[in-house]
């Protein structure tokens, strides 16, 4: 114990030493943390589960990650601590959802904004849909408007939260169809969502396509319409919001990928930036994901930086006034 | 009977100051919707708070022992060591390192031996080493926990 | 009767060592202060990668049903529940432990939370399409009642003075409202930094049980003659089989109440164990013996938070719905597998779902064979002198409380919470109460927003939350609670008076 102590010791010295010169020669040399705002078993944690799986081989970083789950008021306590608590080393990765921390962060009352972050890469886009039970007498995005412009209010909607990339569908409809729906934002994020829909406590819900996806595969609802500009592959009968008639683009498509927080080492970022699009595009990463249900989209740091300032300008107009 | 009835007036009166802060911060913090569930608490609490602190005054607050100046002067070593391990020590020393102190010491402080004997220091370290090899393979090898390494590990 | 035919899959060599090791291994995980089930299968989630999804979920699920049962041993040794769901033993357990029956509150509630386990997956083989109809009734004007339900409790749970209960409680409540609005997403008396996150249950867990336990310690002092540790001698396995047979009603109320709440998705069987210690309290002759050290606290709390792991998994296997924190982490287990949950998973993918339901039936005898003998190897540990012990538990608690979130915050949040409760205790406050009180705070406040913003699109809340069989059957059980605790405390006080003034001459 006393020698392993003694080289313990000894080589965290000679690390610390080397600290403060050439921090990214040899990152990165023990274990990645990847800080997910969402709970554990939900759409953003397995997904980051499966994509970092492969980090440890030796043609992508050589070191494993490993999940951190931090939960609550729909990701803001964990991009909170992130933006805060977390240290810029490189060693802390946080997973991000876009538009959610973007939006929350345009709301205002959270630590953080798209510039206290450094994208990595993206790993999957998921973009929202309208769904209703099985035994609803709404059959189409026309059916669910029409009776949203006969009852103003009444038409109760369930979502994952506030300022998520539902919320944003909902008022993305509600601007135009010019109508006002019930957005309920539940607690317990979007399996929560889809439960009130399955369970009729509400009459209509934004949620996942990958979740609802399973969730109509195992026959407990109908999925309306998808918010994004294509019809997904997933779903090749569901139509876009434009095709029902909505103008609606792909504002709450929900992106997920990689970052690190501002001041981190410049070496650190190229490093995960080169190497990280690889992990995503893993053979064993792409299968599981595909058995999983979950559509991927891998796009490089360069790309993300201008998805995220597109998100911001969009996103800025849309809450405006709100 | 007079200290005891002392001794429940002190944390009566702190707990009552706690359910006025709570409940004036309920009924006075914006928006209104996110204060409606703890304002329906801090109704109950300050309610509570003065039935207990009455009780207090009253001198019918009879269960509990309170803390006696023996009980404060035994703890207090500890107590140090514990805010210091907790509040500084874990992270700039590193979690593993800050851990084996706090445990010697803590079970150094505490062993009823005489502190002259040779042999019970080193009975102490082995255990300490025996139980933080525990904790390393639990929680480092096994879980694969990573902790804040500060200056050492 | 089909699951029969799938047995074969338990015992592969393969499968029966994962199911033995996600036991042995569950059981030591459970019994570490500070580790909760959750977290120990969130952890193991990564080991799964590298096994087949029949092999994996066996993993999960043995290791799920053992660390919920491990949670007792350092319940009853040390006071110290390993999670929410044993907290309730730790009531009377610790007790029995004190008066030298160990022992034999260890073998209880092993034995309990076997028949528990065993019945309640049981219901998950037979009843599944019946209950998942049923689970789905709870909508968040239930789930508010059934909060409320739980919040009639806490005046009379684990306190010598109601009062101090009820302000426990409160102050519980008012500590789980700290930190962001979890659904209107809004600050609520944030006031240091280490706050923004609010306070999690795990790492308060520790603070409120464990540091109290090392200060009283501590408070001994350097003294040869206090230092005696905890003895756990032997007790006759047999005559524990006999005693627990002969409480069956203790055994009936906590797999049932177990078995209730573990299918009602949102609660989580984090209250299961304290409302059926509860209840049995209520329907014992024996009430008043409740909190000193009586083995049917031990036998109804143990069974009822075994008895809800089977059913939890309704809702999750045929509608894609976790009932608990630890059946969503299980559900991604299951999706990385590729395995989509949903009515029709038994006619897709029988041979995973049925051996592994099968493996949760054999693991609970495992269970309790293994926890028997974990446990005569932990009453070795619970030996130790008192200095090590004070040590050890507050080095497992900075581990514990880290590890949850990986927060330095959260550490410091569960030494203040500890020294104050401490203090707290001296003065006839009780941590069981406090931390019920945070448990039930989110659930009833955000299901009360939830229910009222569907309220306001629909018939007002009049209508929402007081209307409805399910609604008013709530109602009347949370009424007939605080009307029953407040006529038994009337019993009891009258009681009261006369013994305090006994020990006043």
Redo the contacts between chains.
Sequence with gaps: MKTILKSALLSVAALTLTAGTAPAADYPDRPIGVAVSYGAGGATDFQARIVTMVAGNEDILGQPMYIVNKPGAGGRKGWNWFATEAEADGYMLSAYNIPHFIAQSIKGGVKYSADSFEPIANWGSDPAVVVVGKDSKFNSMADLIAFAKENPGKTTTSGAGLFVGHHIAALQIEKACACKIAYIPTKGGGAAAMKAVIAGEVMAGVNNLSDAFRAREAGNVKILGVADLERNEFLPDVPTMKEAGLDVDNSSVNFRGLMVKKGTPQEVIDKLAAQVPLMFENARVVKRMKAGGSPMKVMTRDEVKAMWAQRQATLAELLKGL | MTQSRL??LI?GAL?LL??AV?TW?SFT?Q?A??????RV??I??IG??I??FA?AALGL???????SP??A???LP??VI??V???WA??AL??Y?A?II???A???????VPFSSVKDWIKRAM?T?A???V?YG??FML???????G??? | MEFLSYFGGVFEPVSLMLLIGGTIGGLILGATPGLSPTMAVALLIPFTFHLQPTQGLILLGAAYTSTVAGGAVSAILLKIPGAPANIATALDGNEMAKRGEGARALQLSFLSSGVGGVIGVLLLIFLTPVLAKWALQFGPSHLFWIAILGVTVIGSLDSKSFVKGLLSGCIGLWLSQIGYDEIQGTERFIFTDALTGGIHIIPALIGLFAIPQVLDMLAKGRNPQTIASLDVPKYSFLDSVREMIGSIRALSIGTTIGSIIGLIPGVGGQIAGLVAYDQARKFSPDRNKFGTGHSEGVIAAESANNAMVGPSLVPLLTLSIPGSPTAAVLLGGLLIHGIFPGSDIFQKHPEVVWTFINSMLIGQILMVIFGIYTAAWAAKIAKAPMPVMAAGVLVLALFGSYSVQQSMGDVHIMLALGVGMFVLQKFGFSAAPLVLGLILGPIAGDYFTNGSMIAAAQDGPWVYFFTGPLNIILIALVIASIVYSFWSNMLQGSGKTEATGEAAQ
Excluded: C
């Excluded at chain 2, 919707?33 to 703890?38: A, G, K, N, V």
């Excluded at chain 2, 803590?106 to 009823?112: G, T």
């Excluded at chain 2, 879980?143 to 390494?149: E, G």
């Design positions: 001794q429940h944390p707990i706690l359910a709570v911060l913090q928006p919707e996110s204060f409606l569930f703890p608490i801090s109950a609490f509570l708070a039935w207990n009780r607050a009879r269960v509990g022992g309170g803390i023996q009980i002067m035994n703890i500890g107590l514990m805010f391990y907790v509040f874990a992270k590193g979690f390192t851990s706090a445990f010697f803590v079970y150094s402080l505490y062993d009823p255990v080493a139980f933080m090899a904790i639990l929680f879980l694969q926990v990573q902790t804040p390494r200056m050492f590990f």
